[in-house]
């Protein structure tokens, strides 16, 4: 059985990500759910929860995220029901994209339900702290910088994500020119660290401020070279990779300005 899920539900949550996820899946679900935008789901079976799956949908494009089976049911089928089901709330809700983010275990469940792969992700993470002198183009995000970084966004996802930028823009930081026009911007708490850039260099010292903390991890397409040349170049421990994938409607976008991903439920 498949309902929404209820605040009940949230504790012990935790539990289904894998360990090398690092991912607080409790945490995500307290901050989203009563947001319009946000819908999630539990999977019963025998009156305990084995699976969940969530959904992120603004205007026609979706996003299905955190399908995820608990270790003991796993090949059982519970993953392809959680998403079919995902599927088809989105198509009765009127969404005509739908994206995700597969690993390489989930893959072939999407394939089946007929989501084609757009590209692949390669994953870095960095172990421990780097100096970092911090350059004179950044600076905090000012209100009055909204609209450049959700117009820079937009013109990057083709998606309209003003309400997940406004929700985690108060700690974000821009890479501004001369003239004061928004390059790059990166969003520490959006997800795990949000890096568009329309220049090279502000991609690369954006990348460069957020990989000064250890325990930070980018994901970034593969389309977007420098990024990779820069992350392999600082070291940085490199993870599996990982797959964008969509069903439905294509929509255009710039995945060499994506420095680092935003999160996996949200691209």
């Known amino acids: 059985m498949i309902r929404e899920i209820r605040y009940s539900d949230i504790e012990g949550l935790n539990n289904l990500p894998p360990s090398e996820w690092k991912f607080d899946y409790e945490a995500l679900i307290r901050d989203f759910i009563k947001e319009d935008f946000f819908y999630a789901f539990t999977q019963v079976h025998d009156n305990k929860i084995v699976g ?5 949908l603004k205007g026609k494009i979706g ?3 955190n399908i995820m089976v608990d270790k003991d049911c796993r090949g059982k089928g519970f993953g392809y029901l959680m998403t079919k089901f995902l599927v088809d709330f989105l ?20 394939r089946k339900l007929g989501f084609k792969k757009m590209t692949e992700y390669l994953s870095f993470e960095s172990k421990v702290d780097n100096e970092l002198s911090f350059p004179n183009s950044v600076r905090k995000l000012e209100l009055s910088d909204l ?13 309209d994500r003003i309400h997940l930028i ?3 823009y108060t700690n974000g930081v821009g890479y501004f020119n001369d003239q004061n026009e928004l390059l790059g911007f990166y969003l520490p708490e959006f997800g795990r660290g949000l890096i568009i850039s329309k220049d090279k260099q502000a991609g690369i010292e954006l990348i460069k ?6 325990g930070k991890r980018t994901l970034l397409p593969v389309e977007n070279q420098i990024g990779i040349e820069q992350l392999e170049n600082m070291g940085l421990w490199k ?19 994506i420095y680092s991903y935003g999160s996996g439920y949200c691209g």
């Open 239 to 257: 993870g599996e990779k990982s797959s964008r994938m969509i069903l439905g409607k294509e929509n255009k976008w710039i995945p060499s300005n």
């Open 63 to 65: 996003w299905l995220g």
């Open 91 to 110: 198509e009765n809700k009127g969404c005509e994209t739908q994206l995700l983010i597969a690993t390489e275990l989930g893959e072939a469940v999407y």
């Open 147 to 159: 609209e450049s970084v959700s117009k820079l966004d937009l013109d990057t996802n083709s998606e």
């Open 166 to 168: 406004q929700k985690f």
């Open 52 to 56: 969940t799956g969530n959904v992120f």
């Open 209 to 214: 401020l957020k990989h000064s903390k250890k």
